[in-house]
């Protein structure tokens, strides 16, 4: 694994259905966070986490939870999805939280919530 | 409410024009303005700035943030097609990113 992997790439969803989107980074990144991308609305920030153990809400963070139990990993979970959250999701990186290092970004999960 | 506001939504350019994409942010916490490039997939990074009047460059693009006024341009000279692409501002406000809805490029030959 090199930078940041994200799976699946696509899925289609039934509402009511609970989904677990994965990420995960080699880099030995202290951050990490979740965004949605939507037509017209830009990348919104769902969830964040600065460092291993600790998670924080973004700008959007109702119907969506996530967990930070190591470094590299940090999936995001649609306990109940609804068709609202069709959307492509990012998970990015960065090395701390700061206001001097970088955000890579993975390749994105687009999801249908049917 | 918009937080990050980028200009214009759209631009249709043919290869060797210069473009400037702009970027207004709010001030309230702010920390450092960034720009990325949007292709197929995910965003890559070009630029964080964090002081006012200080260009950054790389290649053919550049950049520049004023903080009196509240905005940053990207500047991209001799474009090519492979600029092509959705460029997103984002401000990092306080401890969160806030992202523009970005303004898509198209470079014709």
């Known amino acids: 694994i090199a930078g940041i992997t994200q799976a699946p790439t696509s899925q289609i969803l039934a509402a009511g259905r609970r989904m677990t989107l994965r990420c995960t980074q080699d880099?030995?990144?202290?951050?990490m966070y979740w965004y949605r991308q939507d037509l017209g609305l830009g990348l919104r920030l769902i969830h964040y986490?600065?460092?291993?153990?600790?998670?924080g809400k973004g700008e959007v963070p109702d119907g969506y939870s996530v967990s930070r139990a190591n470094t590299d990993d940090f999936p995001l979970t649609l306990a109940s999805a609804v068709p609202s959250q069709t959307s492509v999701y990012f998970c990015?990186?960065?090395?701390?939280?700061?206001?001097?290092?970088?955000?890579?970004f993975g390749p994105g999960t687009r999801l249908t919530v049917l | 409410e918009d937080k990050v506001v980028q200009s214009p939504l759209s631009l249709v350019v043919h290869e060797g024009d210069t473009v400037t994409l702009n970027c207004s942010y709010e001030?309230?916490?702010?920390?450092?303005l960034l720009w990325y490039k949007q292709e197929k997939k995910a965003p890559t990074f070009l630029f964080m700035l964090t002081s006012s009047g200080i260009e950054k460059k790389s290649g053919r693009l550049s950049s520049i943030l004023d903080k009196k006024e509240l905005f940053s341009i990207l500047n991209i000279t001799a474009t090519q097609t492979g600029d092509s692409a959705v460029y997103l501002c984002a401000e990092l406000r306080g401890n969160q990113f806030y992202f523009g809805t970005g303004t898509s490029l198209t470079v014709i030959p």
């Open positions: 986490s600065n460092t291993a153990g600790t998670t």
């Open positions: 990015a990186s960065s090395r701390q939280w700061s206001d001097t290092d970088t955000q890579y």
């Open positions: 880099m030995r990144h202290n951050a």
């Open positions: 001030v309230t916490n702010f920390r450092s």
